[in-house]
């Protein structure tokens, strides 16, 4: 398994309240990726980063930041946590590899991190 | 941009019959596909790819998928599933072309496996 974790993996907070979940890997992979799962919409990219202190929005970014002062953290932070931000968080790594003379992205994911906004 | 498209939201079949999970998608440029598995209570984990090449891929646990470039279509198959193939799926596509690296993916499909 790709060495993936993600802290907390559960977290109770109440609405109001600044949050940040914590993506840590080992594998020295130059992108990672922010999820939220929730049901019926599959996986929606919060933000990525494509290397130290560059980061992107993804398509649901509103509302949440990221940062990355080093290659194996990548922190999102919930400012103001609100009742819609409930959803189980996942972080993802990739590096680029060849395959059939093209560069691709393959995704690994971390266990996940389940949030609850009171 | 791409889109993916997973039809059935849900799948109950019986144990040893086949299944079939739909996956449509849509982009403008040449894509890669993949299939992801995601169990209760865990993280996503890859099943199979496809990139170029042959149509007929072959993941693990006995799943295999089929590009149809014509019809946009990334089916997931298995001839005879078991009661642990109850999980969700989920398809994904990614773009060859520039420099971003990112997956979209589908709603998913639960797949239930009834004794």
């Known amino acids: 398994d790709a060495g993936i974790t993600q802290s907390p993996r559960h977290k109770v907070t109440e609405t109001g309240t600044p949050v940040t979940l914590r993506c840590h890997q080992t594998e020295n992979h130059r992108y990672m990726y922010w999820y939220r799962q929730d049901p019926g919409h599959g996986l929606r990219l919060i933000h990525y980063?494509?290397?130290?202190?560059?980061?992107d929005k993804g398509e649901v970014s509103d509302g949440y930041s990221v940062s990355r002062s080093k290659t194996e953290d990548f922190l999102l932070t919930l400012e103001s946590a609100t009742s819609s931000q409930t959803s189980v968080y996942f972080c993802a790594i990739s590096e680029s590899m060849v395959g059939a003379g093209s560069s691709y992205n393959e995704q690994f994911f971390g266990p996940g991190t389940r949030l609850t906004v009171l | 941009a791409q889109s993916v498209t997973q039809l059935d939201s849900q799948v109950p079949v019986f144990e040893e019959a086949p299944v079939e999970l739909r996956c449509n998608y849509s982009?403008?440029?040449?894509?890669?596909l993949f299939w992801y598995v995601q169990y209760p209570n865990q993280g996503l984990q890859l099943l199979l790819k496809?990139?170029?090449?042959?149509?007929l891929v072959k993941g693990i646990n006995g799943f295999e998928a089929e590009f149809n470039k014509s019809q946009t279509s990334f089916h997931l198959r298995k001839p005879s599933v078991h009661i642990s193939d109850t999980a969700e799926y989920f398809c994904?596509?990614?773009?060859?072309?520039?420099?971003?690296?990112?997956?979209?993916f589908g709603s998913g499909t639960q797949l239930t496996v009834l004794p």
């Open positions: 496809y990139l170029s090449g042959s149509t």
């Open positions: 980063s494509y290397g130290v202190k560059d980061t």
């Open positions: 994904a596509v990614g773009i060859y072309s520039g420099s971003a690296r990112q997956l979209t």
């Open positions: 982009s403008s440029v040449s894509v890669y």
